[in-house]
């Protein structure tokens, strides 16, 4: 498959993933099950929006409700973690990613989705922190974040540009 090729997958597979999760906070979770549904379908080998898409399915297809949960697995903390995000509960998300980093104190994943919540929290300097630490441990963790809708309030900002390399 030829690099163009490639990017114009991973930018169709980014607007459908962006547009699932726009249907996701409006609560039509419907229309974003299919949607994350098509772009696994159609875009397998876009493993980071894959991976994301199966946990938010998980959720539209389970539907919102309030629960008690026991994560016993980092696994089950970054799901709950994600989970926490999307209903805005930031602190809770910190706290369950926290204990996460007991698991697997070197997983990007982790302070990726730390990153997510810090900035989505008003607090951009955690957030470029945690969002380091997250690409100096899997570097392909900067395209994502240069397309990544929760990450605008820091798109402007020189340091976010930086840690992905924009110019």
Not at 8 to 18: T, V
Not at 83 to 108: P, R, S, V
Not at 117 to 142: H, T
């Amino acid at each position: 498959m030829s690099e163009l090729k490639k990017k114009d997958d991973y930018q169709k597979a980014l607007s459908l993933y962006s547009q699932a999760i726009k249907d996701f906070r409006k609560g039509d979770y419907e229309k974003a099950a299919s949607s994350f549904e098509s772009l696994m379908e159609k875009y397998p080998e876009e493993y980071e929006l894959v991976d994301r898409a199966k946990v938010y399915l998980s959720i539209c297809k389970r539907g919102p409700r309030k629960e008690s949960i026991t994560p016993k697995t980092l696994e089950d903390y970054l799901f709950y973690g994600q989970m926490k995000i999307n209903q805005c509960d930031f602190d809770g998300a910190l706290k369950l990613l926290e204990k996460a980093l007991e698991f697997k104190k070197d997983e990007a994943k982790v302070y990726y989705l730390m990153a997510t919540a810090y900035v989505q929290s008003g607090r951009p300097d955690d957030s470029l922190e945690a969002l380091k630490k997250a690409i100096q441990k899997d570097k392909s963790l900067a395209v994502l974040a240069q397309n990544e809708p929760d990450f605008e309030p820091l798109w402007e900002d020189k340091r976010f540009k930086v840690l992905v390399k924009l110019s």
